[in-house]
C-alpha cells in the first residue's frame, strides 16, 4: 500500500517522533533489566555482591556458578523445584481435562438450569481465593488432605476450573453444529464425539489453557504455604523462596540463584508457546 | 541432592494421567447405562453426568466454602461462640483501619497506573518498527510468580545509609545524580506505593495485549477518515479510539481492582506487612496462622468477597450481553 | 426394504404446532424431493427423518420399523448436510472412514469402499487432503462419498448445493441424479429451488407452512397443480392468474373477466353461470395471434425465447414465445392463452376445479 498520508514534516511532529522513540525504550528497559539484573546477580561471588551492585560485573567480570551449586545443594532448591512440578503438572492436566468436559456440556447439552450455570461459573471468576481457606483448612484436616500433593492439585483444580470452561465455552460453540450431526448419524455415541471431534479441534484452544493453568500453578503461593506444611516433600519453589527473601544468612546469591532457576520453567514456557499464551489471555480476559 | 520421595512420580502420573483415564472410563460406563434408559430420559440425565464432576469440584473449593465462611465470620475465634458483629467491627477499628486503608491505596493506584502506562504501550508500539518485541518483552514479567518477582525488585529497592556503595539500582541511580538514598520499602507511602509498582511490572504485559488487540479492531477506515477531517493523533485518540475500546478497558480495570484486593505475595516476601505496608489478604494469613482467629479471618475474607462482588456483576451483566 | 413411511408427523415447539401432520410415503429405492419456500418445514421433516429432532405425533417409519424412539445413530442413515459438515482435522480418507471404524469393519472392506467411492466421484487424488485444501465442489463431493461408503438404508441431503456457484450446481444435480441411479438406495432430498426439484426428483413433495401442499411426480405437478400456492411456486416465470367468473351463452362457454375481456375455457371446464374462478395459465402457454389484444409494457429477450411483460385489461400477465417480438414498448400483441392448459382454481379455497 503506497498510498499513505503525507508525513507532517514540521518540527512538533519530529519531536513527537523522538518523545514516541523515548518512552517505549524506556518501558522495555525497565521492564527488561530486572530480569537481566537477577541472572548477572545470580552469577557474581559473594564477596562482589556485597560490595557492589550487578552492574559492576559489566565492568569487573568475576563470575561463577557456586550459587547455583549452593541453591541446589543447601536451599533445597532442586526438591522444590519437584514440588513445584508435582504441583503443576497434574493440575494442568486435570484443569484441561475437567475444563473441556463441563464446557462441552454446559454449551452442546440442553437441560433446566443452564444459563444460571453459566452465570455462576462467570461470578464465581473473579472469587478471592481467601475466602475458601478457613473452610478448607478444616475440611483439609478432617479429610487427611492436609500436606498432601493431591489436596493440591484439588483445589487449584476446583479454582481454575471455572476459567477453563469460561475459556473453552466460546470455542467450543464456534463448532458448528452440524460437525455434531454429521458425527451422530455416522454413529458416534456422545462419548466417541468428545474424544474425535471436540478433542482434536479443541486443541490450541486447549493449550492456551494449559499454559495458564501451569503458570498459575507453578507461581501460587497462598495454597502450597498454607496447605502443603507438615508434608515430607520439600516446599514448592515459591514458598521456599519467600522463606529465603526473609533470611540473609546465605547471602544473596543463591537467593537470586534459585529465584532465577524458579522463572526459567515458566519463562521458556511463555516465550516458546507465545502464541498459545497470547490466545489464552484474550480469550480469558476477564479473570482477575 | 534432592530428596524427593520414591512415590512422588507414580502420583504424579496416577494424578496427570490416571485420573483423566479414570474418569473418561466411568463416563464410558455412564453412557451405556444411559443408552438403556428411555431417550427422553436419556437427554435429561446426560447433562449431569458430564458435568457431575466439574461442578463437584466447584463446588467443593468454592461454593461451600463461600457459605461457611459467611457462617464462621459472624462467630468467634474458634468458631465456638456467636459473636454477632463483633468482627465486622474489629475490620474497621485500630490497626485494621490502616490496613484496608492500604488496599484502598492499591486500589485506586494500581488499575490507575497499569491503565495508563498500558494505554501508552499499547497507542505507543504500534507505532515504532520494533512494537512486537516491545510487546514481548512487556509480556516476559507475566510469566514470573509474584514471588520472585518481590525477591527480584527487593534488590533493585535495596537501601544503605548514605555514604555506604547502593547496591540496588535505583539508589544508585540516585547517587549518579548526587541524590540522597531512598529507603523505598521503609519510608512509608513510599513503600506501597513501590509494592504496587512491582505488581505493574508484572502485570502490564497482560493489560497491554489486551488494550493492543482492541485498538486492533477499531476500524482503520474510521481512523483515516478522521485524520482526513484533519484530526490530530490525539484527537483521533480520545474521540475515535477510546470511545471504542471502552469494553478492554474495562476488562483491564476489573482484573486490577480484583488484583489490588487479594494481593498477599508481594506485601509477605517484601515487607511481610511492616511500616505500614501491611493488607487485608496477608493479615488473614496472620489471623490464620499466628492468631488462630477463624472470625477475623472469616470476617476479612468476607470483605474482600464483597468488595469483588461488584466486579462480579459486571462480568455477569457483559457475559449475558455477550451471549445476546 | 428401505422404504420410507412418514404417517400424520406433527411438530410442536413450546406447545405451538408448527408442522400439522405430514403424510408422506416414499417407496424403496426413490428419489423424493422436498420442496417450498423458507419456512416451510421441509429441513424440519428432513431432520426428523434423520433423527436429529424430535417427533411430536405420528410416526415415521423406515424400512418395517417404526424409528420414532430409535436414535439418530442406529437408524443407519447417511446425511448430506449444506455446509458439508466435514471433520475439519481428518484427511479426506479418515472422513469416510469414520462411520466405517464405528461400525468395526474390517479394514480391508473399509478401505475396498472408500476406494470404490473415491473412484465414483473422482476423489483417488485428494485422499490425504484435509478438507481446507478443498474446493467448494470437492468438498461438496466428499460429503457424498462419506454418504455413499456407508451403505445406508437412506440418503438425506439437505440443500447440498447452496453453497456452490451456478455452474457446478448444475453439473453437480446431474451427477447427483446419476449416483442415485446406480446406487438405488432411496433418496430424500431438500431444496427451495423449484428447477432442482423439478430436474432431480422422481416425485416432488411441495410443503408450506408445514404442510404438504401436493406431492406427485414433476410433470404432474407441472400440468396438473393442486391449488394456487404449487401452481404459483412451480414454473419459471410463475403462472399467470387473472379473477372472472363462468359464463355460458348456448353451447358457448367462456371467461369473463372483471373488466369485461373474454377468454377461451378448457373443453371440459364446467361450473354455474356466474361462478367466481381463478383462471391460471403459464407464460409459456400464451400463443401469438388472433385473440386479445395487449400492450407491451417491457421486452426481455433471451435469445432462445422472449419474455414478454403485458398489460390484459388491466391484469398483468407474462409471456414467453419463442418467437422474436421486435415491436417496442407501448404496442399492442395480438395473443391468446392456450385453452387447453388453462387452469382453474376456486377463489376461495385456492383447490383446483375439476
Known sequence: MSARAP??????????????????????????????????????????????????????????????????????????????????????????????????????????????????????????????????LRLYYMAGLSGTLPGIWLYQTGFTVPFGVFLLRGFIASIPEELYESAHLDGASELRIFRSIVLPLARPILASLGILAFLWSWNDLLIPLLFLGGSPLAPAITVNLSGLAAQTAQGRGPLMAATFLSVVVPLILVISMQRHFVRGILGGAVKG | MARIPAYVPFLVVVGAIGIPILVYAALGIGERVLAHLPARLERRTRPWLWLGLPLVLVVVILVYPIVTTLGTSIMGARSETFVGLDNYRWAFSGTMLGIVGNNILWLVVYPIVTLILALAAAVLFDKVRYGPLAMSIVLLPTAISFTAGAVIWSEIYSFQPEGSPQIGLLNAILHLFGFAPVPWLIQPIVNNLALIFVAVWLHLGVATLILSAAIKNVGGDM???????????????????????????????????????????????MTNGNFGTDVIANRLYYELFAASNFGHASAIAVILLFAALPVALINVVQFRREAK | ??????????????????????????????FVVLVGPSGCGKSTLLRMIAGLEEISGGTISIGDEVVNDVVAKDRDIAMVFQSYALYPHMTIFDNMDFSLKLRGLSKAERKERIDKAAGILGLRELLDRKPSALSGGQRQRVAMGRAIVREPKVFLFDEPLSNLDAKLRVE??????????????????????????????????????????????????????ANLFVAEFIGSPSMNFVPGRFRHEGAERWLETEDGLHLPLPPDAAGEEGRRVVYGFRPEHLVLGDGLPATIELVEPTGAETMVLLKLGVAEVTGVFRERIVEPEGATLEVWPDPARVHLFDPDTGMRLA
Open chain 3, 1 to 30: 426394504m428401505s422404504s420410507v413411511v412418514i404417517d400424520d408427523v406433527r411438530k410442536s415447539y413450546g406447545g405451538v404446532e408448527v408442522m400439522h401432520g405430514v403424510s408422506v410415503d416414499i417407496p424403496d429405492g426413490s
Open chain 2, 223 to 269: 481512523v483515516e477518515a478522521a485524520r482526513l477531517d484533519g484530526a490530530g493523533e490525539f484527537h483521533i485518540f480520545a474521540s475515535i479510539i477510546l470511545p471504542n475500546i471502552l469494553p478492554a478497558v474495562l476488562v483491564v480495570l476489573t482484573t486490577t481492582l480484583i488484583t489490588s484486593l487479594k494481593v498477599f505475595d508481594i506485601v509477605y516476601v
Open chain 3, 172 to 225: 453437480m444435480r446431474s451427477e447427483i441424479k446419476a449416483l442415485q441411479h446406480r446406487l438405488d438406495t432411496t433418496t430424500i432430498y431438500v431444496t427451495h429451488d423449484q428447477i432442482e426439484a423439478m430436474t432431480m426428483g422422481d416425485r416432488i413433495v411441495v410443503m408450506r407452512d408445514g404442510r404438504v401442499e401436493q406431492c406427485d411426480t414433476p410433470l404432474n405437478l407441472y400440468d396438473r397443480p
Open chain 1, 7 to 136: 508525513k507532517r514534516r514540521g518540527s512538533t511532529g519530529r519531536w513527537a517522533r523522538i518523545g514516541v522513540h523515548v518512552v517505549v525504550v524506556a518501558i522495555i528497559v525497565v521492564w527488561f533489566v530486572p530480569t537481566i539484573g537477577l541472572f548477572v546477580s545470580s552469577l557474581r561471588p559473594q564477596a562482589e555482591a556485597a560490595s557492589s551492585g550487578w552492574w559492576m560485573a559489566f565492568v569487573r567480570p568475576i563470575y561463577t556458578a557456586q550459587n547455583y551449586e549452593l541453591a541446589l545443594d543447601q536451599l533445597q532448591t532442586a526438591s522444590s523445584l519437584a514440588t513445584s512440578l508435582a504441583i503443576a503438572v497434574p493440575t494442568t492436566a486435570l484443569v484441561m481435562f475437567f475444563s473441556v468436559l463441563g464446557s462441552y456440556a454446559l454449551v452442546r447439552m440442553r437441560f433446566a438450569g443452564r444459563t444460571a450455570l453459566s452465570l455462576i461459573l462467570v461470578a464465581l471468576l473473579v472469587t478471592p481465593p481467601q475466602i475458601t481457606l478457613v473452610p478448607l
